[in-house]
């Protein structure tokens, strides 16, 4: 059974930090691109950053270059979303996700992580 479990998430002031992990299960996802995907009140879930599994390439949004960074943890299966300077935008509910090979839709996702930035 394929697992994603999202964790990290939580209340944090305004210009601070957070780190989003996902660990990730039952089978492997060497062929896979990992996901971070966010969904706030009343917008539609949008893309937030990516990373090859094997390759390590990685993309983000506009909106979070240069403020965030996603790595992966080989010896841990889990991908790991470093969160910086935070802002009110980023207040959302924050997703993991598994694309097999970079392409189509996502075929697995986590539960979900609140990350709420306010002061």
């Known amino acids: 059974q394929v697992q994603l479990v999202e964790s990290g998430g939580g209340l944090v002031q305004p210009g601070g930090s957070l780190r989003l992990s996902c660990a990730a299960s039952?089978?492997?996802?060497?062929?896979?691109?990992m996901g971070w995907f966010r969904q706030a009140p009343g917008k539609e879930r949008e893309f937030v950053a990516s990373?090859?599994?094997?390759?390590?390439?990685?993309r983000y949004a506009d909106s979070v270059k240069g403020r965030f960074a996603i790595s992966r943890d080989y010896a841990k299966n889990t991908v790991y979303l470093e969160m910086n300077n935070l802002n009110a935008e980023d207040t959302a509910v924050y997703y993991c996700?598994?694309?097999?090979?970079?392409?189509?839709?996502?075929?697995?996702w986590g539960q979900g992580t609140q990350v709420t930035v306010s002061s």
């Open positions: 996700g598994a694309q097999n090979r970079g392409v189509g839709p996502y075929d697995y």
């Open positions: 039952g089978r492997s996802f060497s062929t896979y691109t």
């Open positions: 990373i090859n599994w094997t390759s390590g390439r990685t």
